[in-house]
């Protein structure tokens, strides 16, 4: 769990200002999800990306949110124009490369950045 | 969509007692991960379990995986304090983003 690291740990943010997160996976992994848990709720997938792809964002607000992994560096989650319900905690998880055929995906999670809008 | 739905929602128990938590979908997952959450940190990995009928242990905690595929079940055998926490199940429906369950908050009482 600890080899997936995260920052900040805690944000603070004006209504209107802008949130960026960012996750270093696990050293040898080249996959990175980003979940979204609302308190008292369970996590929500938002995004899963590949280094410089993103593979499937079906869980991404269509607007204001913005997630990539690039070639170098951590994988960033970007918040635009924060509004209070997007105070929660998000957690970047990183996998290392499976075979397509493989049914066994395990992941791995950081401690998560937890986001306060006021 | 694929939903994972886990029972009960909260559980209370004396510390010694055994307990179940369950975790339940309608589709056929191709595998399944448990994990224990903590306050103010990320999920922590438990168990996978991928084989239809699996059954896992880790000391006093038995995972088991349905022959269905649509189910399983964490089973604690003489809980302790330190077992407090959220447990969430996580389901692959066949790609590779994992889908969590509702959650089973669990307070042990010494």
């Known amino acids: 769990n600890a080899g997936v690291m995260q920052n900040p740990r805690h944000l603070v943010r004006r209504r209107g200002q802008e949130a960026r997160l960012r996750c270093s996976p696990m050293?040898?992994?080249?996959?990175v999800y980003w979940y979204r848990q609302l308190p008292e709720e369970g996590l929500k997938f938002m995004v899963y990306l590949q280094k410089e792809n993103i593979i499937d964002e079906s869980g991404m607000p269509k607007e204001r949110f913005s997630a990539e992994f690039p070639k170098e560096g951590p994988s960033i989650l970007r918040i635009q124009q924060v509004v209070r319900g997007d105070s929660a905690a998000y957690f970047c998880a990183s996998s290392p490369f499976q075979d397509r055929g493989f049914s066994g995906n395990t992941i791995y999670f950081g401690e998560g950045s937890w986001l306060t809008v006021v | 969509t694929q939903l994972l739905e886990q029972s009960p929602q909260f559980l209370s128990i004396q510390e010694g007692e055994n307990l179940t938590v369950y975790c339940n979908s309608s589709?056929?997952?191709?595998?399944l991960q448990w994990y224990r959450q903590e306050p103010g940190e990320g999920p922590v990995l438990l168990v996978t379990v991928v084989t239809g009928g699996e059954v896992k242990k880790l000391k006093r905690l038995t995972f088991q995986f349905g022959d269905a595929r649509k189910d399983s079940s964490l089973h604690i055998t003489a809980a302790q304090p330190g077992d407090t926490g959220l447990y969430l199940c996580a389901a692959n429906f066949g790609n590779e983003k994992l889908t969590f369950g509702t959650g089973t908050r669990l307070t042990i009482i010494p």
């Open positions: 589709s056929v997952f191709s595998s």
């Open positions: 050293k040898g992994h080249s996959h």
